[in-house]
């Protein structure tokens, strides 16, 4: 069993309640979205094939409790789902970023999923899978980059859906697409509207800067 694997680093966690942790990021290529504000194009194809044995040598190599499985989109690739178990039964606390579009039912309930929903601005928010809704559960997040004031009436509305069906997440962010809204007229947004959401910052920008890449 292989899987195609863009890079596997050791960083900071920086989008999630997971914010802050040291953290080893399993990142598998490909992906099936063209967001117009994507900061991992070169996951798109680059990458290298290994064997799941090769890739958790790699992750306990870093010494780390926590792993994140990303891209692209991981579930792309047949094996990811093996990879997570395996991860999971290695005692690693996982987390399992998906951008919304694949049913995640396939994977380990174990792993804690953060979703991204697409919003208007990505131009890729006709492709969300909204049953990935009712498949998240009480450990789960869900994420909503956003571009503008119609970015967040979108994000407010499937907030609406998800509370009228009473279903229960671990937590929502909201998470201003960098460089083009400010985070403090976001802010002023969800002040205003008292959401019960919570402003994400993309930390590992901030300490690294939008460019660099394996941090």
């Given amino acids: 069993m292989t899987l195609k694997v863009n890079e596997i680093f050791y960083s900071i966690q920086g989008e999630s309640t ?41 992750v306990a190599s870093y010494q780390c409790p926590l792993v994140e ?5 991981p579930l792309l690739q047949n094996d990811t789902a093996i990879l997570v178990k395996n991860l999971l039964d290695d005692s690693y606390e996982v987390l399992f970023e998906t951008n919304g579009t694949m049913d995640i039912s396939r994977l380990d309930s174990r792993c804690i999923k953060i979703m991204d929903v697409k919003c208007p601005s990505s131009g890729m928010h006709s492709k969300n899978d909204l049953e990935n809704l009712n498949r998240l559960t009480s450990r789960d997040e869900i994420k909503f980059v956003l571009g503008n004031k119609e970015d967040y009436q979108y994000a407010k509305k499937i907030i609406d859906t998800l509370q009228a069906n009473s279903n229960k997440v671990n937590a929502i962010h909201f998470s201003p697409v960098f460089g083009c809204l400010e985070p403090k007229i976001l802010a002023e947004w969800i002040l205003a509207d008292h959401l019960d959401v919570r402003l994400q910052l993309q930390i590992q920008k901030t300490i690294w800067g939008p460019e660099a890449r394996g941090v």
Avoid: I, W
């Fill in 18 to 58: 997971y914010a802050g942790r040291p953290c080893v990021f399993v990142r598998l290529a490909g992906c099936n979205l063209r967001c117009t504000y994507c900061d991992t194009q070169y996951a798109y194809e680059e990458g290298e094939t290994m064997e799941l044995p090769h890739v958790s040598q790699k």
């Fill in 69 to 73: 499985v990303t891209g692209g989109e």
